[in-house]
């Protein structure tokens, strides 16, 4: 049974940092898209960051509110995927989960488009 499970959440000041894990177990997903997503109350799930790979290497992608302060990172022989976030802020308060193997045709943003989910951890930026 495949199972991600994240860790690294918990309560930061504005400016500060945190690094989210997410751990597979299961099945290897090394050659396989992974992606973070985070959902504020009341409203949609978000994609944060993705990381994919190809025959050149992975390629990173990040949605515009974070690029520059969050890195996407993935250990192999460990089948975990990090997001070290830097310089946090109140807006980045959400639920952050992970999501591995985008499925064929689907597009890296996409909540819709990743066979795999982990329940997610809570981050919380107070001001």
């Known amino acids: 049974q495949v199972q991600l499970v994240e860790s690294g959440g918990g309560l930061v000041q504005a400016g500060g940092s945190l690094r989210l894990s997410c751990a597979a177990s299961?099945?290897?997903?090394?050659?396989?898209?992974r992606a973070w997503f985070r959902q504020a109350p009341g409203k949609e799930r978000e994609f944060v960051a993705a990381i994919s790979r190809s025959w050149t290497g992975d390629s990173t992608y990040y949605a515009d509110s974070v690029k520059g302060r969050f890195t996407i990172s993935r250990d192999n022989a460990k089948n975990t995927v990090y997001l070290q976030m830097n310089s946090l802020k109140p807006e980045d308060t959400a639920v952050y989960s992970c999501?591995?193997?985008?499925?064929?045709?689907?597009?890296?943003?996409?909540?819709?488009?990743?066979?795999?989910w982990g329940q997610g951890t809570q981050v919380t930026v107070s001001s």
């Open positions: 299961g099945r290897t997903f090394n050659n396989y898209s």
């Open positions: 999501a591995a193997e985008l499925l064929a045709g689907g597009i890296y943003y996409r909540t819709s488009d990743y066979a795999y």
